[in-house]
């Protein structure tokens, strides 16, 4: 933002305006997929800071839409657009939100936001309070209903969520989540309970933190343990990682070496999954091996070691990046590329200047098939390009040639045209 800072991790960004600054400001936020690193789109974020005094905003209307045509038939196979419109008051929102898909009014939701001020004489505290309502307008019927309510206790934060289903009301669920620091370490703890009673549901922990000041110039690293239980299945899984934990290596000059080590222990099984990331000096970049050990059924013991994969980044000039991914294992080709029609990909992106100075970011990917006895063994290649036309204003091309859906071959190309506006 051009007046402010943002801070924390996504999803959970804190946006805090310089000192004095009252009026618009705005960010862009561009989402990857989490597992392939495929570029999905770039949010235009909008802040608004109101001075003392002030009772309201201008309101803001965003539409979005993608359509996506197909061959070689050239047939829209697909259709979506949304539209929202945000009202906001000093202490009080509305938003209304409409989803139509090919061709089919299929949602509506309503929200209302208010921000509840509770001061004493020693603090002030507030607390977001929502509540939503999700309708089917084909019926018209009430689909869902959601209450939420954020309490800060100390360094804390109690977020409450109350789920209703109108249609199957046993699927109605509370859910407390409970997150902060204690020193150094940051911890998030979610309890479920089911249906309309207090019954005990699902239990997740998850603690992270670093180790740093062991005495030693290889002993920094970061750590997270996680721990799930059921009431239904009892005990789920608890899970160690290690990440970034430095191999010391008196020989490798300017390589350095990194392991990431994850502990998953199962009522069935245990996993351990160890991970090597190689970086050096004269390219910014990493190599991941994606490492498999196989332990005896009782005890500790180590019976064989699998390397199924591998993960190569790069950032060259210009801020171009690149991602060179392949699988050794059939069956771990789905958790590697996204996808188990594909055991390989290569991808490039970076920025390019688009309009009024703002930044437009390109994306292609070539996908590699096993037995595909196309050139080089390309099996598809897909592009992405967002540009930004105006403030508040973006376009997204996608294109995609060869397997482009593996469970119909006669279908060659995809095109997806979309926009993102915001006025």
Not at 164 to 182: C, M, R, V
Request: hydrophobic share 40%; glycine share 8%.
């Amino acid at each position: 933002p051009d007046h402010g800072t943002l801070s924390g991790t996504p999803p959970r960004l804190v946006y805090a305006p310089d000192p004095g600054f009252y009026g618009e400001d705005s960010f862009r936020v561009a989402v990857y997929d989490a597992q392939t690193g495929e570029l999905l789109e770039e949010i235009y974020v909008e802040v608004r800071v109101l001075g003392p005094g002030g009772l309201i905003s201008p309101p803001s209307f965003t539409w979005n839409a993608k359509i996506t045509f197909s061959g070689p038939s050239f047939v829209i196979e697909k259709t979506l657009f949304d539209l929202r419109f945000v009202s906001m008051f000093y202490y009080f929102e509305m938003d209304l939100y409409a989803k139509v898909e090919d061709s089919a009014f299929s949602s509506f939701t309503g929200t209302l936001r208010y921000d509840l001020e509770l001061a004493t004489d020693t603090m002030e505290m507030e607390i977001p309070l929502s509540l939503s309502a999700d309708f089917d307008p084909t019926v018209p019927a009430l689909k869902s209903w959601t209450a939420n309510v954020r309490v800060p206790i100390f360094d804390f934060t109690l977020d409450y969520r109350f789920y209703f289903d109108a249609g199957t009301p046993e699927n109605s669920y509370g859910l407390f989540t409970l997150t902060g620091t204690l020193g150094e370490m940051s911890l998030t703890l979610r309890t479920r309970f089911s249906g309309l009673t207090i019954e005990f549901s699902d239990l997740d922990l998850l603690i992270r933190g670093e180790a740093t000041a062991l005495g030693c110039s290889f002993c920094e690293f970061a750590w997270d343990i996680s721990f799930a239980f059921n009431k239904e299945e009892g005990f789920q899984n608890f899970c160690f990682t290690f990440s970034d934990l430095p191999v010391p290596c008196g020989l490798c000059g300017d390589v350095r070496i990194y392991t990431n080590l994850k502990i998953t222990f199962t009522p069935e099984a245990k996993d351990v999954s160890p991970t090597l990331r190689v970086a050096t000096d004269w390219i910014e970049g990493c190599i991941m091996p994606y490492i498999s050990l196989e332990t005896a059924a009782e005890g500790f013991g180590l019976e064989a070691v699998d390397l199924y994969g591998i993960e190569i980044r790069c950032e060259f000039a210009n801020e171009i990046a690149g991602k060179f991914v392949t699988s050794f294992d059939p069956e771990k080709d789905a958790s590697l590329t996204g996808d188990a029609a594909f055991f390989e990909y290569w991808r490039l992106e970076g920025p390019v200047v688009g309009c009024c100075g703002d930044t437009a970011r390109w994306q292609i990917t070539f996908y590699f098939s096993r037995g595909n006895d196309d050139l080089f063994g390309v099996s598809k290649v897909k592009t992405i390009l967002n540009v930004p036309l105006l403030q508040g204003f973006t376009v997204n091309f996608g294109a995609e040639m060869g397997l482009v859906d593996p469970a119909d071959p006669a279908k060659t190309w995809k095109v997806d045209f979309g926009w993102q506006g915001t006025f």
